[in-house]
């Protein structure tokens, strides 16, 4: 037998032995709590800024499995609409990944909000660009949220609110297979309430489902929170 053929056999056994090892280490569903705080105010005219930290705690809720910190400037352009720029760092753990990982992000984002008859109805239409440190390819991301918010008759400052979120891989960032195209969805239904004209709180459950690369797919049930200040 050839050395060539020889080295290319020894590969595949690599890549099915490691395939089946991550199949085996990283689960397909899990339960987890999600927190977030974000806080938006103005800079100077209509130049506004943007400071968001979450903390979700997955593994059957026991440990932090993802560390996220988002920063951003943003700029309005109407009472409906406006533009965003900014940088995020995530670090990932278990059962996201079998093995403790940093991300840095480039971020762009549209938003738009519409106060309706029957309640409030929000779009976020936003880019990434992703350098993760096991991975030499940048990786694009498409990600589409749209949420609607509707208070409840005997009481407006009480609402239920509902959301979506559809993210999609622009490119493809690993020469041994494709992960371009859908990435993962995240769904919400919550209950909220509003202290004031400055602050959002909500909670309630959210789904996440994730296309994995190489091994099975995820689907995990969540209690998801959300504390928003908006100056």
Known sequence: MKPETIKKIVMILAFVI?????AATLPTSDFQIWGNVTAMGPVSGKVRYWLEGQGRFGDDASRLSQLLLRPGVGYVLNNSSSLWVGYAYINTRFPFSSQ??????????FLWVK???W???FSR???????????STTGWRFRQFVRMQRPFKSNDRV??????EVFVQLNNTSKQSSNRGFD???IFAGIGFLPNTNTLFEIG??????????????SGNYIASNLIFNF
């Open 18 to 22: 490691a395939k089946q090892s991550l």
């Open 100 to 109: 403790n990982s940093d991300e840095n992000r480039i971020w762009q984002q």
């Open 115 to 117: 106060d309706l008859s």
């Open 119 to 121: 309640g409030r109805l």
């Open 125 to 135: 239409t936003r880019l990434e660009q992703r350098f993760i440190d096991s991975v």
């Open 159 to 164: 609402f239920i609110a509902l959301a979506d």
């Open 184 to 186: 993962q969805n995240r």
């Open 205 to 218: 459950y959210q789904n996440q489902t994730i296309r994995r690369v190489n091994t099975l797919n995820y």
